[in-house]
């Protein structure tokens, strides 16, 4: 019953399709990792603490900040970053489409965050209407305030034919 | 953020076992405690995780009673057939907190024990100005400085702060239990008497202390009478529509005279009977006891309830700038009664 505590901790878990074994310190985040010993530098830091958004990725699907996420409680999961969305040709996901069509950006920081929310908030059924979009979606903050386009091209990925059954499980 | 040593838990049990132990903390989602451990809020050389504790999990109910475990997202409970349906105003406050992402990760077992937002108390360490959360007895720079998202209730010159979980004031208007287990085996603890206020613990000889939860137990989950016959609602007020905390929230639940099943919504409806808390007005939710003893027979109209929640306020003790929050908090009080009685 007596747990044995380590400061060195290996998990083993999926990023984008591939499997990975990592050993980190217990505090590393799953941003942290992500973009400095996974390569993945999609996710971006932004205010390191959640009120952002721009870190968000999918853990078995369900959309996470991955700065309020430790990579050790990712044991055994399953990560899709920004760097997961397009397929194998690098042809677009419907949602990037989307975002690109209806110029749903300036700067492009907080994008590769927003399209990992929209392709969630699609997927959960939450993107039916703008004020839904609005709501779901008020976790990525665009400090441009791109967010009448945003909402735009969440609305219509939502309503392109296939835009469910990406890579949200 | 300062590493530390880690463990999963293999049984509640064995969280509490290692909770027992020096400088330990648990981790569940960990949306507050990475926060924490980053502006030197709390500090531990252990973190036990428990979001491995299948027997946390779930949302049950047996008919009179509705069990949600403690690990339980509030994404999960918001959407939750069985809580939409007879713990309307929980799901609700559950939704309108946080983000979507964050609410993937929070749990309710955490999300009540998260601490007040006041910035005073949230900066980095060390801190430039005093704050009696952050060095005991230091006193109270919001009290000195800003203060009017602060408490009308329940404060003291040591702090002013505010407890800001949603789904707690729920929790508190719907008579909840939240079910904890510590070194000496489980107990119960109501949720309306689950948080103090800075008065409470000052009485208590712990001015710092904000909760009932001993430093060696664990929430592990909350049991909420079902009562199919009454409505719902929770109202949070809010400077965005959105992803904002509170300045004052309102949770109700009513049963009506009124037949709701049929549409009826005249304003013949009167309150049968009525409970009603206040959030982000004290350093705990705020049962309104004096207007659920005068609701009954109260026609379901604003005219009527205004007076019946006014004198339950007052016995508020706004502080220099929050003086609005007495009006804003009557007026939540007021609408989350005529929405949970079906009148709005």
């Known amino acids: 019953m007596t747990l044995d505590f380590a400061r060195r901790v290996e998990v083993a878990l999926r ?61 055994g999961r399953e990560i899709t970053t920004v760097e997961g969305l397009a397929g194998p040709g690098g042809e677009l996901h419907p949602v990037q ?54 909402t735009a091209a969440v609305l219509a990925a939502a309503r392109a034919p296939g835009a469910d059954d990406g890579d949200e499980r | 953020m300062r590493d530390f040593a880690y463990a999963r838990a293999g049984s509640a049990a064995s969280a509490v076992a290692a909770l027992d132990g020096p400088r330990t903390s648990v981790i569940a989602g960990g949306t507050e405690l990475l926060n924490w451990f980053r502006l030197g809020i709390a500090a531990a050389d252990r973190v036990v995780d428990i979001g491995g504790l299948d027997d946390l999990r779930g949302i ?24 939409t349906r007879t713990a309307g105003a929980l799901a609700s406050a559950c939704l309108q907190a946080a983000s979507a992402q964050i609410r993937n990760r929070a749990t309710i077992g955490g999300n009540v024990l998260q601490r007040t937002r006041c910035p005073y108390f949230r900066a980095e360490e060390p801190l430039p100005w005093p704050c009696s959360k952050r060095a005991p007895g230091s006193g109270c720079a919001s009290l000195a400085g800003r203060h ?12 002013v702060a505010v407890q800001p979980s949603d789904p707690a004031v729920a929790l508190a208007a719907l008579d909840a239990q939240a079910e904890v287990l510590g070194p000496g085996g489980p107990r119960t603890i109501p949720m309306r008497e689950f948080h103090l206020t800075q008065q409470e613990a000052a009485d208590l000889g712990d001015p710092a202390r904000e909760t009932r939860l001993g430093p060696a137990e664990l929430i592990t989950g909350y049991r909420i009478p079902a009562r199919a016959d009454e409505g719902q609602a929770y109202v949070k007020v809010r400077e965005r529509a959105s992803y904002e905390y509170a300045i004052v929230s309102a949770a109700a639940a009513v049963r009506s005279t009124g037949n709701r099943s049929t549409g009826n919504r005249s304003t013949g409806n009167r309150i049968a009977a009525g409970r009603v808390a206040l959030g982000s007005v004290a350093q705990r939710p705020w049962r309104l006891d004096a207007a659920e003893a005068g609701l009954p027979g109260t026609p379901l109209t604003r005219e009527a309830l205004i007076p019946v929640i006014e004198r339950a306020l007052a016995a508020a003790a706004p502080l220099p700038q929050n003086g609005f929050k007495v009006i804003m908090a009557r007026n939540a009080a007021v609408r989350a009664l005529l929405l949970a009685g079906g009148a709005q």
């Open chain 1, 97 to 150: 489409r989307a975002f690109a069509e209806h110029d749903a950006f300036q700067c492009g920081y907080c994008t590769p965050g927003q399209l990992m929310s929209a392709v969630a908030c699609i997927a959960e059924g939450h993107a039916g209407d703008d004020a839904s979009v609005r709501e779901w979606m008020s976790g990525n903050i665009c400090r441009c305030s791109a967010y009448p386009q945003i």
């Open chain 2, 148 to 159: 009017e998202r602060q408490a009308i209730f329940g404060w003291t010159a040591d702090c």
């Open chain 2, 60 to 83: 049950t109910s047996d008919g009179d009673e509705l069990r949600i475990g403690a690990l339980a997202t509030l994404n999960e409970i918001g959407e939750h057939p069985l809580v």
């Open chain 1, 15 to 75: 990023v984008n399709d591939r499997d990975r074994t990592t050993v980190v310190s217990p505090r590393t985040t799953l941003l942290d990792w992500l973009r400095e010993e996974a390569g993945l530098t999609g996710a971006k830091k932004g205010c390191n603490e959640g009120a952002c958004g721009t870190c968000t990725v999918l853990v078995d699907g369900r959309r996470m900040n991955g700065c309020l996420t430790l990579v050790v409680q990712c044991a």
